[in-house]
Every structure is written in C-alpha cells, then in structure tokens.
C-alpha cells in the first residue's frame, strides 16, 4: 500500500496559500522558522530574517505589551493567548495583526514559541470609518435638534461656534453675522484661542468691534454656494481689517494655525453669516460634508427665527389694531352718545309750556352746543373717509396771512373766556408785513389745522401760555422757495417721547388715560397731517412732560396761482429734511401702512424719503426735484395705475431704477410691469432680505 503521509513540500505549500502567518522563535524571542505570508505582512524576507528578533518588526507602543506577553508564554508551556498588535510594512506603513501566541518548545515537533497571526488592517479601518460615521451621524442629528430648540439668532451663532469647536477639538472658529445692504460681517463669537492666542489678539486688536469688516464683493457669490473653501493664503484672503499682515503671521508661527477655511452659512442664496475656521492641520475631505451640513442647519435655524420674529411682529400689530378698533368705537360710541344725550334730553325738557323764558333760552343754547359738537364729529369721520378714499380736494384761494393769524388769535381768546381759564396768556407771533404775507392755500383746511391744535392746547392747558405764529424757512428740500413754519406753542401737560411716534396716527391718542381724562376720538391730529401733506408741507412736534409743547407745521410759500399747480399733486412725507442726505427714495403708494413698512424695512442711512400716494403726484416730484436715486411704486393706484407711471418716469429718466412692490401676484401683471419698464418686482408682503438686497443693488456708488 502506498504511503499516504504528505512530504515537507505538501505542508510548504499549504503555508504559502494561506491567509494566516507562522512565526516561531526561540526561548529569547529570535525568528527560527517564518511563513511566506508572515513574512509579506511584516516586510521581512524569510531567509533574511532567520535569527533576528521578531520585536524588531513591533512598533514602538506596542512592543512592551508584546513582550510581557512572550514572558507569560514562557512561563506556561501549552497555553495560548491572543494578542493585537502594529507591525511594520514597506516605508514605515503600519499592519494591524491578531493571532495567539503559544510555548510549544516541550513539542518535539515544533521546540519553539509559536506565532499564529492575520492581516486585520482593512477591518480594523472599516471599523474606524464606521464609527466616524456614526459620530457624524450622531452629530447632525443631535446638532438638527437642538437647533429647534434655540430661542434667538443670538444663541444661534453662540451654538454654531460650540458645535464645530467639539467637532474640531484643536481649532479657532470665528462666527460672524452678514448684513446685505451694508455688505458687512459682524464678529458674534469666537472659540479656540489660547491664551497665547487670546494675548496676541488682546495685542493687536483694539477693539473687539474691530474684528467686523466688509466682505469682498466678489466673494459672496461664491460664499452662497454652501462650500466650505480652503483659503490658500490663509486669513490673508480675509477683508477683515482686524487681521493684520503681523497679527497673520504671529498666528502662524506662534500657535502654528497653517490652514484656514471659510463656509457661509445660508438658505436658498440668502447669506446669514460665516464660519472661519484656523487649523494646525488640512481638513479631511469626510469632514467637508459634515461642517456642509451643519452649516446648512445653522442657516434653516436662523430663517426659521427671522421668520418667527415677523410673525410675532405681525401678531402685535394685529392684535394692536384691534385693540384700537375696540378703542375707537368705545370712544366713538362716547363721543357721540353725549351730544346727543344733551340734544335729545332738553329737547324734551323744550316741550314743556310752563318752562321759563331764561331756562328755555339756556336749554336751546346747550342744544345749539351739542349740535356743533356733533357736527364737528361728523365731519372729521367724513374727512378721514375722504382722505382714505382719496376723494379730498384741496380749494386754494389768496390768503393774508397776517389776517388769518389775527382771526385765530381772537378765536383763541374768546375759548378762553368761554371756559373761565383766569391763569392763561394768549399770544401771537407774525414775521411778515401785512404788504408781503400773502399766501395761496385752502384758507377752509389751513383754519381747520389751526382749530384742530389749538383745541389741543386748550384741551392739555390749564394755565401758562398759549402761542400762535409762524416764521419763513428755506426749503432744504430744494422743491419750493420758502416755506411758512406756523406753529402752536403750549405749557400744558406734555407728551411722552414714545407717544410722540403714534400721537399722529388715526384713532390714536398719546394713552387711554388721557382719552378718559380729556375725550376726543383720536382723529384731528390724523386729519391735521394729512391735510398738510396733501398741501406739501410737514407735521412735527417738540415736547417734554409738564413743560409743554410745540406744534410746527409747513406749507409751501406759494405766491401766485400758476404755483399752486407745483403743490398740488405733491405729498411729501419726510422724517427729517437734510441737505446732508444723499440718497432720495420715492415711495408711491396709496396705502400709509405699506409706507411706514417700506420705509422701516428699508436698511440704510442717509437717505431722504418722498412719499406720496398716487401716480400724478410721484411724476409731479419727479419734475420738480433735483434728482430721485430710486423709486419704488405700487401698480394700483388712483387717477393712473402704475404701469401708465412707469412708463412715463423711463420716458423722462431711463437712468432710475424703479422697483414695483405690489399685492398683485398675477404673472400677466409682472410682465407688463416689466414691458413698462421696471427693473425689478416684488410681491407683498415684501421680505427685508429681497428688498434691501435689489435696492443696495442699485444704489451702490
């Protein structure tokens, strides 16, 4: 029978198509007998490496634990152990091997300490990989909800800098908030620096401020991708003007910051802000995705919290509306009731015969008075419905002004000594002659304002002075001549600053309490202003509690008829006339609210707004002023509607830029805005971001 017991060459020949690697050394360690694949994985040739020490092949770190493992395996012939361990390969790349470890030298067959070993590189790498991808996983998840629990944009930015600090435990990371109009970063955070750090920024950073800045122009169309970008020239490639040529280069010799990027962190081409992020290191390419979207979280959270903020700001002013309907029909209610209280009761008291003479006198004088009163209420609830349906028309005749003054100076002393006032001076003011005061106005309107103030004054009054007058100012809005400043000064009560801003508003008076104090529906001083504008001169008032107030009003110095026609298509509404602003702003629109809105969401200074409320009037200010840097314009309006206005304004100009902002969201309409001319349509509700993003865009020097 053949002899069936394989050869050296048969076992030879399994070792070197195995997977596994064979190593035995001797009692102290040396290689006395190595597989081919062992000898592949630790890069020593088989016969060169016979009598040296396998530590050799052992990195450093693990070369102690390897060892204490040999002396235990000395120390108990038969035993087998495990062991994990870093070998060498070719070029100083490392192998990750586990195997056992056993002392066969008793075994006459082996007489050695033998080595059973394989290759566990790639799983111990897949093994890493995978749990980077959970802790990035785990990190945007937990990153994704915490962001919706964040109560403002400020924690927002504080969390973005923490967040991506724990992310990157040895980097420096700037946050910085981005305003579009101005085109500027504003530092909001910064984490990472040393104190080595922090004592070169203390060094070279006067001001915290300071390390705000403008953003290169160029840059941000590439900022809004989403990117996180590697600056080559580090934070050279910054504008921010904190970061000096010395301050750059003591950052990279003193704390070794080498490499730097920057990401934006935006939603939708809407840029919010940016991350700056200074490493010892380059980034890794895996981690590029994840401070992407993490980036892109931080951009939701913060839309998310500016839309929030307008909900609530819309809420208020909803709920602060209703509170003054409730208001003014409470008060309207009272103010009407009375009068008619007093005119329905002595009516009845009239029917009696047996009355006396002097009481019945008495009482159809008390009817006469609650008449008037109610038919002054009438008319200004006519009059503000007229103003609001633009059915108001102004009636302009030649008036002595002196004269007028004189009449209202008679009619305030005669209040006064209707209502017994003993401690109160009535004085008046005329800076003209009586050859040179004429003036062309509505003389009916101009005498209503006077009254309308002057019951105020009466009404917050109760002893001082009471002061009418009226001075001549140049128009610093270069539209008229001169202009006639009147005025109506008192020592009454006063005005709290913030009351000031609503005192002019319809249905609104400085606080409840004076309503149920002193009365009155809240209408006249409405009224007062809008008269005024549609006459082309201003309302505004100087006040101060328990001291008293002045009213000042303008009215253009028209001297002839043929200039009433300058005016008479002109509203102008202006927070403060300068000769210093240098940007004009027209707004045409009918509706008030859309005006104080635009004219709050409109993020810039130094800028001069005209207002005015249908199409005539904006192209009468387009003749009549020196020069309109914009124009936005509602497209439905009285007399016109806007593409008509459009047209004509490029006829006359194509050089100004006009931005339709309408509620009209039909696609027919936008094209023929666009036919007529405009450069640019928004739909209401008009977002800040959009409209202060076209209007930089065209206001730019």
Known sequence: MKNLTPDIEFFKTLLEYSFDSFDLLDNAGNIK????????????????????????????????????????????????????????????????????ITNQLLNDNIKGILL?????????????????????????????????????????????????KYLMNDAVIFIHSYQEPTNTLKIEYSYGLSEKGQELMHTYVKKPSYLSGRLNKKHVGTIVSGKLFYLRNGLRDLSLKAFTNELIERFETDLNLNSAYLIGINRKS???????????????????????????????????????????????????????KSAFLTNISHEIRTPMNGIIGFSQLLQDEKLASDKRINFINIIEK????????????????????????????ELNVNTFIDEMYTWANNEKRLKQIKNLEIKSVKSLSDETCQMYVDPARLKQIFLSLLNNAFKFTESGIIEIGYHIVDDEAGIYDRLFQFYIKDTGVGINRSDQKVIFDRFRQA???????????????????????????????????????????????????????????????????????????????????????LKELIDLEDVNYLVCNNGLQALNILHSVNKIDLILIDIKMQYTDGFNVIEKIKKYNSSIPVIVQTADVLQESKQKAFDAGCDEFLTKPIQKNYLNKYISKYLED
């Open 33 to 100: 007998f190595q597989s081919y694949f062992s000898g592949h994985i630790s890069n020593i040739n088989e016969q060169e490496n016979l009598g040296k020490s396998f530590f050799e092949s052992v990195y450093d770190d693990d070369k102690e634990q390897i060892k204490e493992l040999f002396k235990k395996t000395l120390k108990n012939p038969g035993e087998q152990y495990s062991f994990e361990c870093r070998l060498f390969r070719q070029k100083d790349n490392l192998t990750v091997a586990e195997g056992i």
């Open 116 to 164: 059973v070993s394989r290759d566990i590189t790639n799983i111990k790498d897949a093994e890493k990989e995978e749990e980077k991808y959970k802790r990035y996983q785990k990190f945007l998840s937990e990153t994704a909800l915490t962001f919706l629990e964040l109560p403002n944009k400020t924690d927002i930015y504080a969390y973005i800098g923490k967040s991506l």
């Open 270 to 324: 809407v840029l919010y802000g940016t991350v700056t992020i200074l490493n010892i290191d380059k980034i890794s390419l895996d981690l590029f995705s994840v401070i992407e979207t993490f980036a892109y979280q931080a951009a939701i959270a913060i839309h998310r919290k500016e839309l929030e903020e307008e909900l609530i700001i819309e809420k208020k002013k909803v709920e602060e509306a209703d509170r003054l």
């Open 370 to 397: 609650n008449s008037q009163v109610l038919m002054n209420l009438v008319n200004d609830i006519i009059d503000i419905s007229k103003i609001e349906s633009g059915q108001l028309k102004l009636n302009y005749s």
């Open 511 to 597: 606080e409840d309490s004076i309503i149920r104090k002193y009365g009155g529906t809240g209408l006249g001083l409405a009224i007062s202003k809008e008269l005024i504008e549609l006459m082309g001169g201003k309302i505004w008032l100087h006040s101060k509690i328990n001291q008293g107030s002045v009213f000042y009003f303008t009215i253009p110095h028209l001297s002839s008829r043929d200039q009433v026609n300058k005016v008479k298509f002109t509203s102008i509404m202006s927070d403060e006339f300068s000769v210093k602003e240098e940007k004009k702003i027209l707004i045409v629109d009918q509706d008030e609210t859309s005006i104080i809105l």
